[in-house]
Nanobody, 124 residues
Framework: QVQLVESGGGLVQAGGSLRLSCQASGRTFSSYAMGWFRQNPGKEREFVAAISWGGGRTYYADSVKGRFTISRDNAKNTVYLQMNSLKPADTAVYYC?????????????????WGQGTQVTVSS
C-alpha cells in the first residue's frame, strides 16, 4: 500500500513558476513508476508527466514539454514537478499517481494509487 500526499500548489501569475511535491509512504516507493495528472471541473483527468521507477525515463504531454520537469528522489520517497513559464491554461487540480504495472504511462486507469490533489491557479 502506498499513500501519496501532494503539496506546493498555489496562485501564481502567468510566466511564473511552481514546484509540486508528492510525498509517498511505504517502503516500495522505488518500485513504482510515478505520474502527474491534472483535472478541471467537468473535464477528464489529463496526463501531464511520468517518470520510470529509477528516474531514467521521463515522458511529457505536448502541452507542457519544455516547460515542466518531472523528477524523483527515491531516498526521500518523493516525486517532483517543476513547472516554469506557467500559463492560465495550466490552471487545474494536480494529482500525483503511482503504478506498479507496465501499462501505458499516459493512461490514468493504469495507476494504482492517487493523492488528494493540489490546486494550481495561474492568473493572466
Amino acid at each position: 500500500q502506498v499513500q501519496l500526499v501532494e503539496s506546493g500548489g498555489g496562485l501564481v501569475q502567468a510566466g511564473g513558476s511552481l514546484r509540486l511535491s508528492c510525498q509517498a509512504s511505504g517502503r516500495t516507493f522505488s518500485s513504482y513508476a510515478m505520474g502527474w495528472f491534472r483535472q478541471n471541473p467537468g473535464k477528464e483527468r489529463e496526463f501531464v508527466a511520468a517518470i520510470s521507477w529509477g528516474g531514467g525515463r521521463t515522458y511529457y504531454a505536448d502541452s507542457v514539454k519544455g516547460r515542466f520537469t518531472i523528477s524523483r528522489d527515491n531516498a526521500k520517497n518523493t516525486v517532483y514537478l517543476q513547472m516554469n513559464s506557467l500559463k492560465p491554461a495550466d490552471t487545474a487540480v494536480y494529482y500525483c499517481a503511482g503504478r506498479s504495472n507496465d501499462g501505458a504511462y499516459y493512461y490514468s486507469n493504469n495507476y494504482n494509487y492517487w493523492g488528494q490533489g493540489t490546486q494550481v491557479t495561474v492568473s493572466s
